[in-house]
Nanobody, 115 residues
């Protein structure tokens, strides 16, 4: 059974930090490109960050470059998203995505940036 379980979301003040985790099971994690997406109310889901299978190559949305860092631990089947200098516009549900021969999604974790 494929599972992607996100954690680490919550309420944080502007300028604060959060670290999201996504624990994967039931598929070949180390062979999958892993990504974080987000969806704000009334908006389409957008790609935030992507990391290649080996972790060497990453890519970020322009809106988060320099503030967010994606990483992975293939030994733990886990992908992370370190989010610093958070802004109110970062408020969204954040989803973990795995892409290999098939595509899988997590259930999402809410991130709210507000004073």
């Amino acid at each position: 059974q494929v599972r992607l379980v996100e954690s680490g979301g919550g309420l944080v003040q502007p300028g604060g930090s959060l670290r999201l985790s996504c624990a994967a099971s039931g598929f070949a994690f180390s062979l999958s490109v892993m990504s974080w997406y987000r969806q704000a109310p009334g908006k389409e889901r957008e790609l935030v960050a992507l990391i290649a299978r080996t972790g060497i190559s990453t890519n970020y949305a322009d809106s988060v470059k320099g503030r967010f860092t994606i990483s992975r631990d293939n030994a733990k089947n886990t992908v992370y998203l370190q989010m610093n200098s958070l802004k109110p516009e970062d408020t969204a549900v954040y989803y973990c995505n795995a892409l290999a021969r098939a595509e899988f999604w997590g259930q999402g974790t809410q991130v709210t940036v507000s004073s």
